[in-house]
């Protein structure tokens, strides 16, 4: 290969991969853009810094490949074709296989994952095998050929399904509603388990600490609906819960339901009181006086925990307040007798 044509061998090559990628529609590594201008640049901010490394070998190979003994050859031919397999891996959403495979979770079955490093690999290495395959070669040496390419593979596969352990976990979380009552959620968890087990319970409270009303500041109530379909909990796809967890922020002890079970209905949260006080006191009274009547009523013996940080819709409401010094302020405002009638409407 003369100077001229290495140089547009090389230009084909480096062109390439950001070819592809703005061909795919993929976005610049920063989440922004065209991928295809991001990968032209190869500085240290930019995609294209991913491509130098499999372009200088596979360029160097080509280079080098007219010099090779016959067994060089054929060892240079095994690494480009293990190179080839190694990114188009890459470029493989293992997790979304192993689900379609594993769960009832519908759609493709192989889906594409923008990696940079397995797209420029296998590019790469492509260009450089259309090249180097021009060489006859006496004895390619297919076992040792297959070793190259099925070792690094497995061995890849074997790194990549390492971290997919979670997806054996007996509890993944679906997706989160919430209901037309403000303070009222719904989570829903797919689970590989038998919900007649006891064990299924245990395991079950253990998965939904993360999920207690306690430590979210818009839930009050919360029902956690288990599925053994991973579809319906990701997607809302129509299906049915095999067992139902009410989880309450006041105190209200946990309640479980075989199926699905309301734990709304029957339970009134601080919140729905909150409201249905406020709105009844607003009509009747200024709103200074309601906020006042509303601490002397949902404030007298709450104990606020020491270290408390919030999260807590009735603790957040009497934090910090002082009933006897928001009187004295009121009395300046409408007199004492004036106050005592006013406080006699609601």
């Known amino acids: 290969m003369n100077k001229w044509a290495f140089i547009a061998f090389a230009l084909l090559m480096w062109l390439l991969p950001a070819l592809l990628a703005g061909a795919l529609g993929w976005s610049g590594i920063w989440g922004g853009g065209s991928a295809f201008s991001d990968l032209i640049i190869p500085a240290p901010i930019t995609g294209g810094i991913f491509h130098v490394p499999s372009f200088v070998i596979a360029l160097a190979i080509v280079k080098a490949y007219p010099t090779f003994t016959e067994q060089s050859a054929a060892v240079a031919r095994a690494v480009l074709m293990s190179a080839v397999v190694l990114g188009l891996l890459q470029l493989i959403d293992l997790e979304r296989l192993v689900q379609v495979i594993t769960t009832d979770v519908g759609g493709r079955l192989f889906r594409m994952e923008q990696s940079y490093v397995g797209l420029c690999m296998a590019s790469d290495a492509i260009v450089a095998l259309s090249w180097v395959m021009r060489r006859p070669l006496e004895k390619q040496g297919w076992m040792m050929t297959s070793l190259f390419i099925l070792v690094p593979a497995a061995m890849y596969v074997g790194s990549d399904a390492a971290g997919l352990d979670r997806l054996k976990e007996p509890f993944q979380f679906g997706r989160q509603a919430y209901t037309e009552t ?36 818009d839930t009050d109530d919360l029902a956690i609906y288990f599925t053994n379909s991973l579809q319906t909990a990701r997607t809302g796809a129509e299906g049915h819960p095999v067992a139902t967890l009410c989880l309450y922020e006041d105190g209200t002890p946990d309640g479980w339901y075989e199926g699905a079970g ?3 209905t029957g339970h009134e949260s ?25 601490f002397n009523e949902f404030c007298q013996g709450i104990e606020i925990p020491s270290g408390y940080s919030g999260g807590v819709a009735h603790f957040d409401f009497c934090r910090g307040q002082n009933v ?6 009121l009395e300046k405002v409408y007199g004492a007798e004036e106050l005592d009638k006013l406080l006699e409407k609601p």
Not at 184 to 203: C, G, H, I, K, N
Not at 324 to 329: F, I
Request: hydrophobic share 40%; net charge negative; charged share 30%.
């Open 262 to 264: 309301d734990c709304f």
């Open 182 to 217: 403000r303070g009222d959620a719904v989570v829903w968890v797919y689970t590989r388990l038998d919900p007649s087990t006891r064990s299924f319970r245990e395991s079950a409270l253990d998965f939904v600490e993360q999920f207690r009303p306690e430590q979210r500041v």
């Open 270 to 294: 601080f919140t729905e009181q909150f409201q249905a006080r406020s709105t009844q006191l607003f009509a009747v009274l200024p709103t200074d006086v309601s906020v006042y009547v509303m």
């Open 324 to 329: 006897d010094k928001k009187r004295a302020e």
